[in-house]
């Protein structure tokens, strides 16, 4: 989004006709940042199909470019790299921009520590609000220099390593954008990098490191999940094929989960099991969803949903699960204030530093809707109606696509239609998400508010 963009505000009127027919929903935003960033790092041309063409994305290739990778589209959804190989990128002769995307900024930082080139980092207002220092600590120790303002924040600056170290750390917090940035500054070091992650988090950049030829060895023991990459691989380009995003998948999912009388597929969704956490929970509740077409894809399974209406009951969330869905926990907590009886979700301290503080911002959406809800602790309680849920409310996006979506989302099964202030974030993850639900609805259900 142009930093200075007009608001867009949406209302999904309630109650929506039921959802039906088989969709499909843009390409995994974690796959496509880390095919482009790969592919701006391997020897030859990496061919991209299912690319999300999402704003976050859009910057990680500029930035690609901006470090002298080629990076062309074909197509729609059909992309090129044009890799300089490792240790090849060039200084970039502006400021990278990196927008709204947490992943593309913390991702990139490893990039840049690893080259012996100076750059500048900035992002839009909610992502000059989130931690960096969580990357620019470990990625210091490599021999990188960073600047940033007060508290680690964007801007930064950073001057890359001239011969760097490999890194041997244990994550702090369960973060894959922290492991990944190790990773890839890991890259360009000598010798094994080593990262222990507490918890395992979505593993997208291991899998895709051996799908250009790096050598990894990940083992489960007893302080964690031990990762470790031999250095200075040469990385060979290698087409990528990129399977639907589960993260947007859920919201659809949810809807027809929620609006009485659905059915609907969701075709060609990524189903690793390091991000199907939601699926998980909301099966608990007691939702009839199915996977149908299981396959390998590209290296990662993939297959299609198939939702229909029913009932659904609270459950506990166990805090060990987070990090396979932690990007769905505001929608879940739309199917929680439907369920029958409270649902407690734990450990979701991390929702705190996401576009937006999204465990507060959670509760104020179910509050402003009618829904019981609040914070103890790390934890998010919701008091399920067993129904319908009131609506009518206003919700504030805080410049974050997920809130937004949920937000829509509930209204569709509300008993009173539901706003939000701006629904403009929501091309960083899932553009033509609106015409994608007024399609399953089959009409206007998401309008111009
Ligand atoms: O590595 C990734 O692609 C992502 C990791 C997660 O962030 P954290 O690593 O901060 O948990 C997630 O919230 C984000 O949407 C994408
Ligand atoms: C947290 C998210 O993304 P990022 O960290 O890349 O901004 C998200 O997509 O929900």
Known sequence: MPHDAPLRPLRAGAPAAPLSGTHRVP???????????????????????????????????????????????????????????????????????MGNSGTAARLLCGLLAGHPIFSVMTGDASLRRRPMLRVTGPLSAIGASFWTREGGRLPLAVRGAIDPLPLDYRLPVASAQVKSACLLAGLCARGTTRVVEPEPTRDHTENMLRHFGATVRVEDTGEGRVIELEGQPELRAAPILVPGDPSSAAFPLVAALLVPGSHLTLANIGLNPLRTGLFATLREMGAELRVENARVEGGEPVGDLVVTHGPLHAVEVPPERAPSMIDEYPILAVAAAAAKGITRMRGLAELRVKESDRLAATAALLAANGIEARIEGDDLLVQGTGGAIPGGGTVATHMDHRLAMSALVMGLAARNPVAVDDAGFIETSFPGFAALMNRAAGGEAIVAA
């Not at 391997?42 to 002298?68: F, K």
């Not at 490792?86 to 400021?95: N, Q, R, T």
């Open 27 to 97: 390409g995994d935003k974690s796959i496509s940042h880390r095919a482009l960033m790969f592919g701006a790092l391997a020897i030859g041309t990496t061919e991209i199909e299912g690319l999300l063409e999402g704003e976050d994305v859009l910057r990680t290739a500029a930035a690609m470019r901006a470090l002298g990778a080629r990076v062309d589209q074909r197509g729609p959804g059909s992309w090129s790299v044009a890799g300089r190989g490792i240790g090849g990128l060039v200084e970039p002769a502006d400021i990278l921009d």
